[in-house]
T-cell receptor, first 111, second 111 residues
Framework: DVKVTQSSRYLVKRTGEKVFLECVQD?????MFWYRQDPGLGLRLIYF???????EKGDIPEGYSVSREKKERFSLILESASTNQTSMYLC??????????FGQGTRLTVV | KNEVEQSPQNLTAQEGEFITINCSYS?????LHWLQQHPGGGIVSLFM???GKKKHGRLIATINIQEKHSSLHITASHPRDSAVYIC?????????????FGKGTHLIIQP
């Protein structure tokens, strides 16, 4: 079974902190994604990557950056966390034009 | 960008009822995804389909490419089917550039 693992289920951070959300997949997938999910807005794409060291902005990249130094790992970085970044964050991976596999999600609260 | 509409937003039914959730999208696609999200956040892929019909146990998904419409059916519904059901379509990159999601249908099956 494909496994996508996010490093934390719950995080509480203070405004202004630098926050790292880590995601690891074990199926050698080329594509990895970070989404955030908010009530009434659904899932929205923050960043994606189709190869090591490659990254592309999604629909809502402001306030975020990403890193993909190894194929299996895709990190989401909040350079200076703000309260409006309180959300559920979901990582996903896939091969080309194929089923997507999701992590369990990280519920981030910024206080 | 594809617009994805789901209906209904909320659905409460009695155990054993036949359930239908609908999804429509605005731009032609290569495939459509149906996803399930239980409380706690993790998302599981139920189906990826590009034509016709697929069946897994009590779940059936259909798609009409010409009408840009898909339905998810649950036969003999059970309380464990209670979850949020989300349809999603790939971007112009066939999914390599992420998915666009409907806002989800919150299904509650009462015993």
């Amino acid at each position: 079974d494909v496994k996508v693992t996010q490093s934390s289920r719950y995080l509480v951070k203070r405004t202004g902190e630098k926050v790292f959300l880590e995601c690891v997949q074990d199926m050698d997938h080329e594509n990895m994604f970070w989404y955030r999910q908010d009530p009434g807005l659904g899932l929205r794409l923050i960043y994606f990557s189709y190869d090591v060291k490659m990254k592309e902005k999604g629909d809502i990249p402001e306030g975020y950056s990403v890193s993909r130094e190894k194929k299996e790992r895709f990190s989401l970085i909040l350079e200076s966390a703000s309260t409006n970044q309180t959300s559920m964050y979901l990582c996903a991976s896939s091969t080309w034009i194929a089923e997507a596999f999701f992590g369990q999600g990280t519920r981030l609260t910024v206080v | 960008k594809n617009e994805v509409e789901q209906s209904p937003q909320n659905l409460t039914a009695q155990e054993g009822e036949f359930i239908t959730i609908n999804c429509s999208y605005s731009v032609g696609i290569s495939a459509l995804h149906w996803l399930q999200q239980h409380p706690g956040g993790g998302i599981v892929s139920l189906f990826m389909l590009s034509s016709g019909k697929k069946k897994h146990g009590r779940l059936i998904a259909t798609i009409n490419i010409q009408e840009k419409h898909s339905s998810l059916h649950i036969t003999a519904s059970h309380p464990r089917d209670s979850a949020v059901y989300i349809c999603a379509v790939p971007g112009a990159g066939g999914g390599a550039d992420g998915l666009t999601f409907g806002k989800g249908t919150h299904l509650i099956i009462q015993p």
